[in-house]
């Protein structure tokens, strides 16, 4: 089965600085990934996503870019609030397949 | 996007009791509902896969009777866990797809414990 490794596992920036998370897949056949939020005592939400067909995708201060070749995606967070400080999990699945394989996790902390 | 409750946010119960988790699409069909269950500072870890009317599909190493999955409606999954021990305290997600969408959405989970 897929399985999806996520890096750095904790993450400190100072506010407006730019944080990257880094994860790689292994499965050839996944097309949809995902990035996630979650905060303290809540469910994950959805960010941004990205799908195979594409390299990069960008929605004001975020973006994701995706290597195929590499099976490997980033997140991308530019100018970082405190308010960015929560877990993000990226994710991996495939068409015919809508459940999603995560990452590890990585703890963003935004020092103001 | 499109919304999905879970209720209740969280429930404590004691061992050997069983507690039902209730996953709700309110604005859209859910043919397909996914129940994950997450440790503390853990990721996120599939338990099984429902689709409205069949059998719930669990994935290696969940227990499909002590984990009850019911998907009658195209708008209500439950989850109920049964005979309830302390090791299954943890933080249950559903997230619940139409047929349209590759995305699935997420409930606000249900914080476990059981004393």
């Known amino acids: 089965g897929e399985n999806v490794e996520q890096h750095p596992s904790t993450l400190s920036v100072q506010e407006g600085d730019s944080a990257v998370i880094k994860c790689t897949y292994s499965d050839s056949a996944s097309n949809y990934f995902p990035w996630y939020k979650q905060e303290l005592g809540k469910g994950p939400q959805l960010i941004i996503d990205i799908r195979s067909n594409v390299g990069e995708k960008k929605d004001q201060r975020i973006a994701v870019t995706l290597n195929k070749t590499a099976k490997h995606f980033s997140l991308h967070i530019t100018e970082t609030q405190p308010e960015d400080s929560a877990v993000y999990f990226c994710a991996a699945s495939y068409t015919g397949r809508r459940a999603l394989t995560f990452g590890s996790g990585t703890r963003l902390q935004v020092q103001p | 996007g499109a919304v999905v409750s879970q209720h209740p946010s969280w429930v404590i119960c004691k061992s050997g009791t069983s507690v039902k988790i209730e996953c709700r699409s309110l604005?859209?069909?859910?043919?397909?509902m996914f129940w994950y269950r997450q440790f503390p500072k853990q990721s996120l870890m599939l338990m099984a896969t429902s689709n409205e009317g069949s059998k719930a599909t669990y994935e290696q190493g969940v227990e499909k009777d002590k984990f009850l999955i019911n998907h009658a409606s195209l708008t209500l999954s439950t989850l109920t866990v049964t005979s309830a021990h302390p090791e299954d305290s943890s933080f249950y997600i559903c997230s619940a797809a139409d047929l349209k969408n590759t995305e699935a959405f997420f409930g606000q989970g249900t914080r476990l414990t059981v004393v």
């Open positions: 604005d859209f069909q859910a043919t397909t």
